[in-house]
């Protein structure tokens, strides 16, 4: 199962935080990898190399350099979920790509008043979020895995 990681910040004690992009949040912590994996062990060796971490192209993991990465699979199935307020929210553009629609079909639906401003959806800025339970309410399962 594919899950494609949205956003990821560096925590003490060598720990990540990772957004996937169907709205789950899960910490990784990355010490387990030092003995497993001795180029992992830059991070101590290297103050400050740890908070350089940023989304691979296309959120198919995370990176700090062109030989040290961690794939999403990875970061999903062995994370821990953190509970966030913004747990099984996703921005418009992560649902549209999951379940193969367009954003204008999700902008009609509030007009017609089957997705409710406030309760399925809410904008803030120029970004709409929706939530999973909405989507999956009005759209079913996600065309693409998540």
Known sequence: MFHKVKSVNPLPDFVL???FSEGITKTYDVKM???RWPAFEKFKAQPGYFDKVQVDQGGYGIIWDDYLDLSCDELFENGKVVKT???RLMAFSNATELW???ESTLRKAISYGKLKNGIDVCKFGKQWVISMDAM???YGKPKKEI
């Open 17 to 19: 935080s990772v957004q």
């Open 136 to 138: 999956l309410r009005e």
């Open 33 to 35: 990898l030092f003995e």
């Open 85 to 87: 307020p913004f747990d």
């Open 100 to 102: 193969c629609l367009n």
